[in-house]
């Protein structure tokens, strides 16, 4: 998916499915862009992106030792996007730090 407004662009790749059939999340490539990154937790971030026109949030951390990404599209298409097709989680969040 790509949105360019204004000489700024900004696109959502997915790649592979998650286990309910929603595309997975795999990079997001925006140009022109406005970024907020904020630490809302020792294990858990959030990203405000806006770009061509689109303002999405992105929230990301460690559960369980498996890292999760969450995007969600703030205007009126609502549309939701999340990662975490790895195959084997990540080492214990005692390793991360």
Do not use: C, Y
Not at 1 to 7: A, P
Not at 29 to 39: S, T, W
Not at 78 to 86: F, L, S, T, V
């Amino acid at each position: 998916m790509i949105w360019e407004k204004d000489g700024s662009s900004f696109e959502i790749r997915t790649q592979g499915e998650l286990p309910d059939g929603r595309p997975a999340l795999d990079e997001i490539v925006a140009k022109g862009a406005f970024v907020h990154l904020e630490q809302m937790a020792h294990d858990h971030w959030w990203m405000g992106m806006e770009s061509a026109g689109k303002h999405f949030h992105l929230n990301f951390g460690v559960k369980d030792g498996r890292l999760w990404v969450h995007l969600s599209d703030q205007g009126e298409d609502g549309a939701e996007w999340e990662g975490d097709n790895r195959e084997k989680p990540l080492p214990g969040d005692s390793q991360l730090a």
